[in-house]
């Protein structure tokens, strides 16, 4: 079974969600997500679902999972790109995410996790790991 | 009714949801159902689909291109022998759950959808239609 | 697989198909003596002979009783993309429906001729044919209405467009000044256009302008927040601006909970709690000296 990659870029892991997934493969995400930020050390995961069409409330619930266990491991979640068809079909089905942040794009993701855990950016040298 | 056209899918496993999936976003933009309206059919089939493998031990589904006189809609029939549902009215009803997560996704499923009937009750199986017109 | 309900209909429409037609044609001209121009009269003689032929085989294959069986089906496409072909042309639905009510009359002469002497055979038939092609006469008005609904659902949209533009009131902000009665189908059309240019230009702050709105219902406020919560969602920020005393009663009246939506009574306010979100101020410029 495929998987879905993990990019690592500095403190963050990023994710692109382009397939329609199936939930054995958004459970393999999962696992995969936390093993990651558990061996780097990474401080947030920035999910792109810029090209995710359908969110029901399987994969509503990996983003709240992802989430929750990357806190558990200190690292942020943000959530990037959902599309307007999307969103509003989560709010009629009655979907929040709890405790997913989320940002228009991957760029604002970014800076929204470097505030939200006051890291700088690469080459600063303030001297935080 | 008439139906113009209809197929039959499987669903046992969690590829076969993807592909009810697919199905219905085909349907939708056949009848040419706006973006949003697609989304929200296709979000409610694969709500239903999954509930058929976890609460219905797997099933079926007959997806439709139906008419209404001049009007045109997708509806979809998803059918499984599994335990029933013993009290439907309280599935119904936001927020029920019946086992870990977010519940049965029904009365969620409900309101992306312009019909919605169930049949159900225990020893019987379970059927559930449901359809989005233009 | 032919009907079996004993009505000579279908064989009589063979059998007389070139008087039928001659007669339906010349009393729809008649009745369309003011629409010259728009339907030459070789074009009437060709839709009616294709409908007749349609009717003829229906007749023969389906119920003369249940249209909605598949025989009638390719009847009932015709006579919906010749209304609404008429509908475009400018004819009027009377005019429309007209095309399968005057079939009545050279009709029913055939059906006198053929059942002279049988008066209650004569009774059935016409009553058969009767409910038949009011059922379609119908159907023609059903899709000539249809047609004209989409004519004015995309000059709505047009004028929507049009009267509700989104505006970009600095980098990251974006204002959507909506005027006039909300309803529904509307507000929905705007607040889909408005969660689109977010994404499009990425804007993380969204102002709804409701100045310019006299009353607001509960589905329309329902669909303001849902809009306000989608776009929480996707990861930007709206503000309700402009909302009037008349509609803040409204609402409390009605009991619509706007949750954590942030509303502010003028545009300008709005503006200020939008430009502090993008952490920016604004500062008076050294006076000259």
Redesign the interface.
Known sequence: MERIPILKMGNFLLVTIQV?????LALALQEDLTARISTTSARGVLIDISSL??????I??MFANIAAMARVLDAATVV?G????????????????PGVR????VE??MALLRTSLNVPEEGDASGVP | MPAESHDTLNIR???D??SV??AA?ALAERVGFS??D???L??AA??LA?NTIDYGGGGSVRLELVENGVRRGVRLTFEDQGPGIPDLALALK?GYTSGN??GL?L???R??VNDFTIESSPGAGTRIMIARWK | MSSDNGSKVPALLKEHEEELLREWVRDQTQALATQQGRVTETELREQSREFLGLLRRAAQDGDLTDIRGSAWQEVLQSLASLSKARARQGFTPKQTAGFVFSLKRPLFSILRREYQGDPAALGEETWTITALLDELGLHTTDAFIQSREEIISRQQEEMLELSTPVVKLWEGVLALPMIGTLDSARTQIVM?SL??R??ET???VAIIDITGVPTVDTLVAQHLI?TV????????DCIISGIRPQIAQTIVHLGVDLGDVVTKASLADAFAVALQRRGLTLTALRPRA
């Open positions: 329609d997934m199936h939930d054995r069409e359908v969110v029901d409330s399987f509503g619930r990037v959902m599309q307007p068809a999307v969103a509003i079909t989560l709010v009629e089905l009655g979907l929040s995410l989320t940002a228009l794009n604002r993701g | 496993s969690s590829a949801v993807v999936r697919q976003r973006l949003v697609q989304t929200k296709v979000t694969s709500e999954r936001d997560g977010l996704g009365g969620g499923a309101r992306l | 889909e969660l689109r977010i994404v990425g804007a993380e849902k919560t989608a776009a929480r969602l996707m990861g930007a």
